[in-house]
């Protein structure tokens, strides 16, 4: 049985019951612009005295989904593996250095942890269609987990995005619509879509369950540590995978099982900064021309920013940029000190660890957790060998 109370808009507070929005708060939406982030992304608020009653007798991640377990698609996703990479802790002096290895998901990416639940959503409602945007990876995520569960996944991407992921999106079957201009385009085309068929719509933060989803990375965190680490580091695109991250620790705190925030540090590509701008000088600009070689944090207006920077300034957290080079040269590196071949988002946020140490807003000693989100085969031409 879910413990699911109600949602509630993270802008004006209003609550509503499970079927009674699928989307954004109905009143603040009104509000919303296209070519800004998203107004009115609900959060899902729980009966958390009956979770810490249940995960005394057992700490099961599931305990904090919106969706009963009957649901969910005929595929395991998540229960990733966190470690110690031996070698680049003793190679750089971090001996409480982890990473969290989502490439291990079915399509390679955190993104099954989303699409899992929208699926599960999908199927619970007796929907055969769902529809999302993408820079690839949600893409190819939502035509995996779809596959799995008989459901038509239905798809809007730029035209820049990489062979690996394309190929993913057309072997699972999905309909593929590419769109002339960017992943921003691409979310007007899939928002567009949705509201003119009868169909779940699974853009990031637009479906709340997307955050939700994302979350049970940081509940696996918690409970593989048994601890609430120093610090979390995340690629930031939409900004969704943050909020998720984030969710995850207010929901333990508000069960009662831990009583204090990691502090989050999200790291951007440098021409796809709208996130450490926004955290920065407090005001919202859209990044101003988004091209990276991390394809899947290229965003010019992200969805979730304004969560996003909420939850850097709940946690005490930074935000920081990396540029190509860097990227490029650290997914080298860590492909030949840890064995983990990720692709450049991931390569990204052990960027943003050197900085973040050069700045000492991070502690050598501290315990730090590394976020590796997408495997780096999903982009082989990407790479400088
Ligand atoms: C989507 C994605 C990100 C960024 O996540 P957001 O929720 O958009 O911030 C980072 N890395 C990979 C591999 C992704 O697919
Ligand atoms: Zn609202």
């Not at 991640?61 to 470690?83: A, K």
């Amino acid at each position: 049985m879910s413990h699911f109370l109600n949602w509630r808009c993270i802008n004006c507070g209003k609550e509503y019951e499970l079927d009674e929005v699928h989307y954004l708060c109905t009143q603040c939406s009104k509000k919303w612009i296209t070519g800004s982030p998203l107004i009115g992304v609900l959060e899902a608020i729980f009966d958390y005295q009956a979770i810490a009653r249940e995960w005394e007798k057992k700490q099961n991640p599931r305990l904090f989904s919106v969706l009963d377990e009957q649901f969910y698609p005929p595929i395991p996703v998540g229960n990733t593996p966190l470690f110690k990479p031996d070698r680049l802790n003793k190679n750089l002096n971090l001996p409480n250095l982890f990473i969290k290895n989502d490439a291990l998901n079915p399509s390679g990416s955190l993104k099954d942890r989303a699409s899992e639940l929208v699926v599960a959503d999908a199927i619970r409602l007796g929907i055969d269609k769902i529809v999302c945007a993408s820079t690839g990876n949600a893409a190819s995520s939502l035509a995996c987990i779809c596959a799995a569960a008989g459901k038509e996944a239905i798809i809007f991407v730029p035209k820049s995005i990489p062979k690996g992921k394309l190929v993913q999106i057309k072997v699972h079957g999905a309909k593929l619509y590419t769109v002339s201009g960017t992943y921003d385009d691409a979310f007007n085309s899939a928002l567009a879509y949705s509201a003119n068929n009868d169909c779940l719509n699974r853009n990031t933060a637009f479906n709340p369950l997307t955050i939700e989803g994302k979350k049970t990375a940081g509940i696996e965190i918690y409970l593989q540590l048994n601890d609430v680490p120093d610090w979390i580091i995340i690629p930031v695109g939409d900004g969704v995978i943050l909020s998720g991250i984030y969710k995850a620790f207010i929901d333990l705190k508000a069960a009662g099982i831990i009583d204090h925030l990691p502090k989050l540090l999200s790291v951007q590509a440098e021409s796809s900064d709208a996130i450490t701008a926004y955290w920065e000088t407090g005001t919202y600009h859209n990044a101003h021309n988004p091209q990276t070689i991390a394809d899947s944090i290229s965003v010019k207006t992200p969805a979730n920013a304004h969560w996003a920077v909420n939850a850097l300034y709940q946690t005490q957290g930074k935000s920081v940029r990396v540029s190509d080079n860097e990227i490029l040269s650290d997914q080298k590196y860590l492909a030949q000190m840890t064995g983990i071949f990720v692709e450049p988002s991931s390569a990204a946020v052990f960027s943003g660890l050197r900085k973040a140490l050069t700045n000492k807003w991070i502690k050598p000693e501290e315990k730090i957790v590394m976020l590796s989100t997408g495997t780096g085969l999903k982009d082989i031409n990407a790479i400088k060998l």
